[in-house]
């Protein structure tokens, strides 16, 4: 009859199921790890975007009365819903982000078109387009005309 001693150290198997469980958790943090960085990314790119358009809002945005903007068939949506606004700035820019990097800054008179200086409102809003997904960021004031 054969007697079975008790060896210490583990078998195979246990040895086995250790390291499959371990390369499971090493997969899970590095996937964890690969999500939090371009979350990360994302963020950083929001804010240089958002920092970008709120800069071209406000070329325009501190003057004391808006001489820059003329009130036309095209900005004029109360009398021309479908008017497209007055660009004040557009084309291309060199930021930190993903190309390509668009901004256009359009001016538009929601309320319709009055004397200068008599107060209504004109709508300014700044568009940031960036990276190959085309992601956006757009900041909106009003100044009184």
Same mark, same amino acid.
């Given at each position: ?75 004029? %949506?109360? =009398? &021309? ?5 007055? !660009?004040?700035? $557009?084309?291309? /820019? ?32 700044? %568009?940031? =387009? &960036? ?5 956006? !960021?757009?900041? $909106?004031?009003? /100044?009184?005309?």
């Amino acid at each position: 009859m054969r007697q079975h001693t008790k060896q210490s150290g583990f078998s195979t198997v246990e040895l086995l199921v250790s390291l499959f469980i371990a390369a499971a958790f090493v997969t899970i943090f590095y996937q964890l790890f690969v999500v939090i960085d371009r979350l990360a990314s994302d963020g950083y790119q929001r804010s240089v975007a958002s920092n970008l358009a709120y800069a071209n809002l406000r070329m325009y945005a501190t003057t004391d009365s808006p001489t820059w903007f003329v009130c036309d068939n095209s900005s004029d %949506l109360k =009398t &021309y819903p479908s008017g497209t606004g007055q !660009v004040l700035l $557009t084309g291309t /820019v060199t930021a930190d982000l993903p190309p390509p990097v668009t901004r256009s800054v359009i001016a538009t008179a929601p309320y319709g078109c009055a004397a200068t200086g008599s107060g209504m409102p004109v709508r300014i809003e700044s %568009l940031i =387009t &960036y990276g190959p997904q085309n992601k956006k !960021v757009n900041h $909106t004031t009003y /100044v009184g005309y």
